[in-house]
């Protein structure tokens, strides 16, 4: 992931970046918190500085970044966080990014369908897992495999 140009305002930031060398991409934060990334893998570069310029000057909303964006799970987050930051760690977690999402595809495949379908993520009562269902799981000491989150309508 190469870093393009950074954009701030007093309260907004946006971050263009080139992804595998193949498309760009443009992160939005808000109050330094990440809002989302929109790729642009069909716009010139021009186009994605001027959404970038328009987030900074309040002229993109936080729904349409937030429409615009695939889901970021904790790792990628962190990972562009650590990329704009200059972190070294970046890269190492970004590979381990990369295995994990390699690793759960199917519940990632679902978690898409679901989200376009108007899900969102609850925080739920720790509970056992489900076997028939792909899940993000916590391992107790105890040998227990646990799901705290799901996604509802």
């Known amino acids: 992931m190469a870093f393009y140009n950074d954009f701030k305002s007093d309260t907004r930031r946006a971050v263009i970046n080139l992804i595998d060398s193949e498309f760009l991409q443009c992160t939005f934060y808000e109050d330094n918190k990440i809002v989302g990334a929109i790729e642009y893998p069909d716009k010139s570069y021009f186009y994605v500085r001027d959404a970038a310029e328009n987030w900074i000057n309040n002229i993109m909303t936080t729904e ?9 799970d904790l790792f990628s987050k962190w990972c562009i966080i650590s990329i704009v930051k200059e972190k ?5 977690m970004f590979v381990l990014m990369a295995i994990w ?3 759960n595809k199917e519940f990632l495949e679902t978690v898409d369908i679901q989200r376009a379908d ?5 925080q739920i009562e720790c509970r056992e897992v489900d076997p028939k269902l792909p899940a ?3 391992d107790t000491p105890t040998g227990k495999s646990l799901v705290c989150a799901k996604l509802t309508k």
């Open 64 to 72: 349409t970044v937030k429409n615009y964006t695939k889901q970021l």
């Open 88 to 92: 070294p760690m970046a890269l190492g």
């Open 101 to 103: 999402s390699v690793d």
């Open 118 to 122: 108007g899900f969102t993520w609850q």
């Open 136 to 138: 993000i799981t916590i």
